[in-house]
């Protein structure tokens, strides 16, 4: 059985990625920072949970040692959690404001791949998806014709640029992994206050293709539901 661990996974888009993923057979395994959301989304799902917090290096390291104790290995790592920091003017946002985003959802990938990267290499079909956002891209923002071209969203657009590169960089010089970015797209979530268009069905889609590969599928790409993103 492929075991699975999707950190920030009981709400939104990890819950959903959650829920397909276990149709899908796999045995999840949800990280959450608090540990009564993490048992109730568990409970609901009918899957297993991990406490973790993607910002201490403490919370991450236990979690990976918890998810050998108890499941013996680990195949696919969704790397889910982040923040959306602060919405606010460009010339608001100081030092602090941006790198407690890029804490979170920038080095928090960095720390959550370094602690569960042992397990990874002993699977047989070892998978990291990333989890970044069209807001991250150089190309998806000089369209004009698109909806992230207006926001300043300085902190996020800046922590998922670094997603991207991150990402670039660890399937380059880990090749035995696969190791991929997905935009989920405009999604009706927490982070937007249910704006989006998107349902998160739609928006766990290009989640779920990447986490379902084989030891054949990709590897360092940047992907959303209709197919490829430029970076």
Same mark, same amino acid.
């Given at each position: 059985?492929?075991?699975t661990?999707?950190t +920030?996974?009981n709400? @939104?888009?990890?819950?959903?990625?959650?829920r397909?993923?276990?149709e899908h057979g796999h045995?999840v395994v949800?990280g959450?920072?608090d540990?009564?959301?993490?048992?109730?989304?568990a409970?609901?799902?009918?899957?297993e949970?991990?406490?973790i *917090?993607v910002?201490? *290096?403490? @919370?991450?390291?236990?979690?990976a040692?918890?998810?050998r104790?108890?499941f013996?290995?680990?195949?696919?790592?969704v790397n889910n959690?982040?923040?959306?920091?602060?919405?606010a003017?460009? *010339?608001?946002? *100081?030092?602090p404001?941006v790198?407690a985003?890029?804490d979170t959802n /920038?080095? +928090?990938?960095?720390r959550?791949?370094?602690?569960?990267?042992?397990?990874?290499?002993?699977?047989?079909?070892?998978v990291?998806?990333?989890?970044?956002s069209?807001l991250?891209?150089?190309?998806?923002?000089g369209d004009e @014709?698109?909806?992230?071209?207006s926001?300043?969203?300085l902190?996020y657009?800046? @922590?998922?640029?670094?997603v991207n590169?991150?990402?670039?960089?660890y399937a380059?010089?880990?090749?035995?992994?696969?190791?991929?970015?997905v935009?989920?797209?405009? /999604?009706a979530?927490?982070?937007n206050?249910h704006? +989006?268009?998107?349902?998160v069905?739609?928006g /766990?889609?290009?989640?779920v293709?990447?986490?379902?590969?084989?030891?054949?599928?990709?590897?360092?790409?940047?992907?959303?539901?209709?197919?490829?993103v430029g970076w």
């Open positions: 059985m492929t075991t661990v999707i +920030g996974g709400k @939104s888009l990890g819950y959903e990625t959650a397909r993923l276990k045995r949800i959450a920072r540990a009564e959301r993490g048992r109730q989304a409970e609901e799902l009918g899957v949970w991990v406490q *917090d910002t201490s *290096d403490e @919370s991450v390291a236990k979690a040692a918890d998810v104790a108890r013996g290995g680990l195949d696919v790592l959690a982040g923040i959306s920091g602060p919405f003017a460009v *010339d608001e946002f *100081d030092g404001s790198l985003v890029l /920038t080095v +928090g990938i960095v959550t791949t370094h602690a569960f990267l042992p397990l990874l290499r002993e699977s047989a079909a070892p990291v998806v990333n989890v970044t069209g991250g891209s150089f190309t998806v923002r @014709s698109r909806i992230e071209h926001l300043p969203t902190g657009s800046a @922590s998922k640029a670094a590169m991150i990402t670039s960089v380059q010089f880990l090749p035995e992994l696969r190791v991929n970015t935009d989920p797209g405009y /999604t979530t927490d982070f206050g704006s +989006g268009p998107q349902t069905t739609e /766990t889609d290009a989640i293709a990447m986490a379902t590969i084989g030891a054949d599928g990709p590897t360092g790409t940047f992907t959303d539901r209709h197919g490829a």
